[in-house]
């Protein structure tokens, strides 16, 4: 793993001055090799998935392993927009002149060295090699043991790419070992790493902050909310209500708390509640609500629990809560979410301008659904993860996620008096 570090934190160097041209070139050759190598990809692949059958694994997850034409395809045009997106390095923002004559400004800089840690999808190589490459980074990657020869291909793929490219091999290195310690050594290097990027289940990202010395851009959970104030429409309230939770159940964006005005739950309830009855879902409810929801033909009720209003179920579940209005609405989610994706639905400019600025969450929403918290739904090209810590990197995380700003100061000869 030290040896690992070494080679990444040369190869930054190089990556850091690499030209958008070179680094779009070795994009475009990945791209074509993943086109190209499908059927030797998928070989690999199948060893894996065997695996994954015979140890058991439950069909979602063997589901997540799979490397079929449509994931290929699907990342190798995820490199093309990639490459077709305007390079950030070296832009300068802000530029100022001061008092004193000097001109100030900031320039984006790649960060250096990130390390990736994650599981079940292989396509994850892809999508952090061509986040790393196009923000002129350089990456050691660590996919889960379950996706180990789907990965080691992949990493065939984009070294090939590089190397083609006139970049070095090692700005994408992938840890070839799934013995668990090399995780260990890999968080604890910050002579070398430069930030932590872990993507996968609970368990795993609670591992990587504990035992990280190098800062960690997470998120541990996905409890976000959808409120429905008065004044709205209702029958745009029941639509994206609907989509929140339902569109699908198992991503970190999904609504799993549902809260309600009190002045508009006799009529948004029944209606909500139907559509919930007919999709199969659970309804884990306050007092208020259990009474507004009960004449609901084949609704699924459960008194909630306080334990409910923190839980992020990932399945056809969800919480509800009658609140008095905008505060107790503001005040419910920043006490019981996990600061990922909150929304309020509402016909009131002024309350959709507190939501916004009071809930402290990494993405905020008016009459929308939380599903629309993701890299390429914002426009970023591409995602390495979500971000719930407040430093520079918060929400989806794009290029700009990947970058940092230095100050860059321009003068003529000034000298401090």
């Known amino acids: 793993m030290r040896q690992m570090g070494e080679q990444a934190k040369t190869a930054s160097a190089l990556m850091a001055k690499a030209s958008p041209a070179t680094k779009n070139k070795a994009l475009l050759g990945i791209a074509r090799r993943l086109r190209s190598a499908g059927a030797a990809l998928q070989a690999d692949n199948e060893r894996d998935l065997a695996r994954a059958r015979a140890a058991g694994l439950a069909a979602p997850m063997v589901d997540r392993l799979k490397l079929s034409p449509a994931v290929l395809e699907t990342c190798a045009q995820g490199c093309e927009q990639l490459a077709a997106m305007p390079d950030i390095i070296g832009e300068i923002s802000g530029l100022q002149q001061q008092p004193s004559g000097i001109r100030v400004g900031r320039m984006r800089v790649p960060i250096g060295v990130f390390g990736m840690i994650y599981e079940s999808r292989p396509n994850v190589t892809i999508e952090a090699a061509s986040l790393g490459i196009k923000s002129g980074n350089a990456c050691i990657l660590r996919g889960g043991s379950e996706a180990i020869d789907s990965n080691r291909a992949l990493a065939r793929l984009v070294e090939e790419a590089l190397e083609e490219a006139g970049l070095p091999r090692t700005a994408v290195q992938l840890v070839p070992t799934t013995d668990r310690e090399a995780v260990g ?33 997470k998120h541990l959970d996905g409890n976000c909310h959808t409120y429905v104030d008065d004044p709205c429409d209702l029958d745009m309230a029941v639509r994206v209500a609907d989509n929140a939770k339902t569109q699908k159940y198992s991503p970190c964006n999904a609504s799993e708390g549902l809260l309600v005005a009190r002045g508009v739950a006799a009529q948004f309830l029944p209606r909500i509640g139907a559509v919930y009855a007919a999709k199969g879902v659970e309804m884990r409810c306050c007092p208020e609500a259990l009474a507004l929801l009960a004449p609901v033909p084949g609704a699924t009720l459960v008194p909630a629990t306080e334990q409910d209003w923190f839980e992020e179920y990932l399945a056809p579940i969800i919480s509800i809560k009658v609140v008095a209005g905008v505060d107790e609405a503001i005040a419910h989610i920043n006490h019981y979410s996990s600061h990922h994706t909150d929304a309020i639905l509402t016909t009131h400019h002024g309350h959709a301008q507190r939501f ?62």
């Open 356 to 417: 916004l600025r009071e809930v402290d969450s990494s993405s905020v929403m008016v009459n929308a659904s939380t599903r629309f918290a993701d890299g390429f739904e914002y426009g970023l090209g591409a995602e390495i993860g979500i971000s719930t810590d407040k430093f520079h990197a918060r929400g989806p995380v794009g290029l700009e996620g990947l970058t940092s700003l230095k100050y860059v100061v321009l003068g003529e000869g000034e000298v401090r008096g």
């Open 185 to 217: 050594h890999l968080v604890a290097m910050p002579e070398f790493v430069d930030v932590i990027i872990p993507r996968g289940g609970k368990g795993l990202i609670e591992r990587i902050s504990r035992e990280a010395k190098v800062p960690v851009i």
